[in-house]
């Protein structure tokens, strides 16, 4: 079975080092009594839940998924989880990061992603139920009314209640202006809805006592297409007043998906019959509303398969140490011992190395884009504030895209180094690769992804977002230019800087002629902006690393690391760069009837 170790060191060093968040946090006042010992107990903690808890299920629930019984339309989840979640409320997990006023614990969100970092690695099918409860928690406690946030809030918070998001149709998944399910109003001013979801990630389950669903459908005046999309909170059983369970509602599971991975987690077939509902918004506003859910979900989903990925890694190195196959060609490296362990081969350390660059350069953009976040909603200063959301809104896709396209690349080069063993299920290596690749398709694939970034966050705005992201670039250049030390990162990270101005000009000019343009570019285009924000990201990290090289073994670990990165990784960028200014015409010469 794999093992798992929290990577404690690394989120400090990322956390404390590199983004010296208990100084941010001081100019917070929400926040300003979180201090480097208050962050390090918590993560101590999360680590010990994670790894001596939920660890253990993650086999077990891949074994015996979800079983559905189709008379009472009840799930029953893995043996075990039931359990887990419990000690999940129990500990006061789920209210780490929610609202005091509805009894959360009020701590950052960034101390918040690491948790589920480590619960991710855990068990991505576990952490599901309550991750997906903790965007719904947002989507309420942003939009919901007063009387929807009394009700609910307090339960999402504590985890007795959990949440989900219902807006995939059988004949519709992104293209949500299609979608059909009806919202009839009554004359109490609830509405009933109508219709049929599918793919909904703990759509119904065993773990909580009530289920709340975001469910998105249509008015009967709605306008056509995405503008006539409207969003209700139905609830399984209808809470009373004082928060007891009433009668239960018109929705039910009525099948379970048979799915390629992440078993443990029931991904659901949604039929609602009449359900009783409330509006969340304004009418036909539903899809902002939602966005505060689904932009979570795309952070979340970015953490999923970091956390995939440094399981992976840590399994792959172990196996790696101890496996004994041939003999090092520059000769033998142990020689008391019939071969050498494979740990020895250059291209062994290549997939390793990748997975361990993917891993700690991934954690740097979740931590930072999560600290971002809690500047977007609790710095007292607006212009920081106002910073903090437009950089967020470029950097999302890239955290959802471009973690999740690493996070298939690291599982899989893990399972590699395992050889024919990494394709048996006893060693766990495949079921990382099953998980991790939902995450590159659900949340709005990675196409859709790309598409938002180049359409909607660069060239949508003119750029600005971009340009801003850009002077934190040039700022750290000039800093560091003079330091002879730091040229092998900073050289490539100002031409790299350049390279995507230059490139983001000519898509814009290009489409301005032809819309397809960005469709084709978007996936490469996105990924090199992925590659320039790690490149950012390790060049800081490698600053503080060369300072302290001589004094712990763990700063020339991540020295060795970043160099990989820089020598091995970013010079994909170039291929990138090449696919993305030969356009549309390759893609769309070929006549329909030849495919």
Same mark, same amino acid.
């Given at each position: 079975?794999?093992?798992?170790?929290?990577?404690?060191?690394?989120?400090?060093?990322?956390?404390?080092?590199?983004?010296?968040?208990?100084?941010?946090?001081?100019?917070?006042?929400? #926040?300003?009594?979180?201090?480097?010992?208050?962050?390090?107990?918590?993560?101590?903690?999360?680590?010990?839940?994670?790894?001596?808890?939920?660890? $253990?299920?993650?086999?077990?629930?891949?074994?015996?998924?979800?079983?559905?019984?189709?008379?009472? #339309?009840?799930?029953?989840?893995?043996?075990?989880?039931?359990?887990?979640?419990?000690?999940?409320?129990?500990?006061?997990?789920?209210?780490?990061?929610?609202?005091?006023?509805?009894?959360?614990?009020?701590?950052?969100?960034?101390?918040? @992603?690491?948790?589920?970092?480590?619960?991710?690695? +855990?068990?991505?099918?576990?952490?599901?139920?309550?991750?997906?409860?903790?965007?719904?928690?947002?989507?309420?406690?942003?939009?919901?009314?007063?009387?929807?946030?009394?009700?609910?809030? $307090?339960?999402?918070?504590?985890?007795?209640?959990?949440?989900?998001?219902?807006?995939?149709?059988? #004949?519709?998944?992104?293209?949500?202006?299609?979608?059909?399910?009806?919202?009839?109003? @009554?004359?109490?001013?609830?509405?009933?809805?109508?219709? @049929?979801?599918?793919?909904?990630?703990?759509?119904?389950?065993?773990?909580?006592?009530?289920?709340?669903?975001?469910?998105?459908?249509?008015?009967?005046?709605?306008?056509?297409?995405?503008? =006539?999309?409207?969003?209700?909170?139905?609830?399984?059983?209808?809470?009373?007043?004082?928060?007891?369970?009433?009668?239960?509602?018109?929705?039910?599971?009525?099948?379970?998906? #048979?799915?390629?991975?992440?078993?443990?987690?029931?991904?659901?077939?949604?039929?609602?019959?009449?359900?009783?509902?409330?509006?969340?918004?304004?009418?036909?506003?539903?899809?902002?509303?939602?966005?505060?859910?689904?932009?979570?979900?795309?952070?979340?989903?970015?953490?999923?398969?970091?956390?995939?990925?440094?399981?992976?890694?840590?399994?792959?190195?172990?196996? +790696?140490?101890?496996?004994?196959?041939?003999?090092?060609?520059? =000769?033998?490296?142990?020689?008391?011992?019939?071969?050498?362990?494979?740990?020895?081969?250059?291209?062994?350390?290549?997939?390793?190395?990748?997975?361990?660059?993917?891993?700690?350069?991934?954690?740097?953009?979740?931590?930072?884009?999560?600290?971002?976040?809690?500047?977007?909603?609790?710095?007292?200063?607006?212009?920081?504030?106002?910073?903090?959301?437009?950089?967020?809104?470029?950097?999302?896709?890239?955290?959802?895209?471009?973690?999740?396209?690493?996070?298939?690349?690291?599982?899989?080069?893990?399972?590699?180094?395992?050889?024919?063993?990494?394709?048996?299920?006893?060693?766990?290596?495949?079921?990382?690769?099953?998980?991790?690749?939902?995450?590159?398709?659900?949340?709005?694939?990675?196409?859709?992804?790309?598409?938002?970034?180049?359409?909607?966050?660069?060239?949508?705005?003119?750029? +600005?977002?971009?340009?801003?992201?850009?002077?934190?670039?040039?700022?750290?250049?000039?800093?560091?230019?003079?330091?002879? +030390?730091?040229?092998?990162?900073?050289?490539?990270?100002?031409?790299?800087?350049?390279?995507?101005?230059?490139?983001?000009?000519?898509?814009?000019?290009?489409?301005? @002629?032809?819309?397809?343009?960005?469709?084709?570019?978007?996936?490469?285009?996105?990924?090199?902006?992925?590659?320039?924000?790690?490149?950012?990201?390790f060049a800081k990290q490698a600053r503080i690393a060369l300072d302290k090289q001589e004094q712990d073994a763990f700063y020339r670990a991540k020295l060795a690391t970043i160099r990989f990165y820089f020598a091995k990784l970013l010079p994909e960028t170039a291929m990138l760069i090449r696919r993305a200014r030969s356009g549309a015409q390759p893609l769309m010469a070929?006549?329909?009837?030849?495919?």
């Open positions: 079975m794999p093992q798992y170790t929290p990577p404690l060191r690394d989120m400090q060093f990322v956390l404390h080092e590199m983004l010296q968040v208990a100084d941010v946090f001081q100019a917070m006042p929400r #926040h300003a009594d979180v201090d480097v010992d208050t962050i390090n107990a918590v993560l101590e903690e999360a680590g010990k839940f994670a790894a001596q808890v939920v660890a $253990p299920l993650n086999p077990v629930g891949d074994r015996e998924g979800c079983k559905l019984d189709k008379e009472t #339309h009840e799930v029953r989840t893995p043996s075990g989880f039931k359990a887990a979640y419990q000690q999940f409320v129990e500990g006061g997990w789920g209210a780490l990061s929610c609202d005091p006023e509805h009894g959360g614990q009020g701590l950052p969100i960034v101390l918040n @992603q690491c948790l589920y970092e480590m619960l991710n690695s +855990a068990s991505q099918a576990w952490t599901m139920y309550p991750g997906l409860s903790h965007g719904a928690y947002e989507c309420l406690h942003a939009h919901g009314t007063e009387e929807q946030k009394a009700l609910y809030l $307090p339960k999402l918070t504590s985890g007795e209640w959990s949440g989900t998001m219902c807006l995939t149709e059988p #004949h519709c998944g992104t293209d949500l202006g299609l979608l059909r399910t009806k919202a009839e109003p @009554q004359p109490d001013g609830s509405y009933r809805l109508t219709g @049929q979801k599918i793919f909904i990630s703990a759509g119904e389950h065993d773990l909580a006592e009530n289920i709340v669903h975001l469910v998105l459908a249509r008015l009967p005046d709605a306008p056509p297409g995405s503008k =006539g999309i409207s969003l209700f909170v139905v609830p399984k059983f209808l809470p009373q007043a004082d928060s007891s369970l009433g009668a239960r509602n018109g929705i039910f599971c009525s099948a379970l998906e #048979h799915k390629m991975g992440i078993h443990g987690n029931a991904t659901c077939q949604i039929v609602l019959e009449g359900a009783h509902a409330t509006l969340v918004g304004e009418p036909n506003q539903g899809l902002q509303a939602m966005f505060v859910m689904m932009n979570a979900a795309r952070l979340g989903v970015g953490m999923q398969s970091l956390g995939l990925t440094e399981v992976a890694y840590q399994n792959a190195v172990a196996y +790696a140490k101890d496996r004994l196959q041939m003999r090092a060609l520059s =000769g033998p490296k142990a020689p008391d011992k019939p071969a050498d362990p494979i740990i020895v081969h250059p291209d062994v350390r290549r997939m390793l190395l990748t997975a361990r660059a993917y891993a700690e350069g991934g954690r740097a953009l979740a931590m930072y884009s999560a600290l971002l976040l809690d500047q977007a909603h609790a710095s007292e200063d607006e212009d920081e504030r106002n910073e903090a959301a437009e950089l967020l809104a470029l950097l999302t896709p890239i955290v959802k895209a471009f973690l999740t396209d690493n996070g298939w690349i690291a599982t899989s080069e893990c399972l590699g180094v395992f050889g024919g063993h990494g394709y048996i299920a006893e060693w766990g290596m495949e079921q990382f690769v099953r998980d991790a690749r939902i995450n590159m398709i659900y949340e709005g694939t990675n196409t859709i992804q790309a598409l938002d970034l180049l359409g909607r966050k660069v060239l949508g705005d003119n750029g +600005a977002r971009l340009k801003l992201f850009g002077a934190k670039v040039r700022e750290f250049v000039e800093e560091e230019g003079v330091n002879e +030390a730091m040229q092998e990162f900073v050289n490539p990270l100002a031409d790299l800087g350049d390279k995507v101005t230059k490139l983001t000009t000519e898509l814009g000019f290009k489409a301005f @002629q032809n819309r397809d343009e960005v469709g084709a570019a978007a996936v490469d285009y996105l990924r090199v902006c992925g590659h320039l924000v790690f490149a950012y990201l070929m006549d329909e009837a030849l495919f």
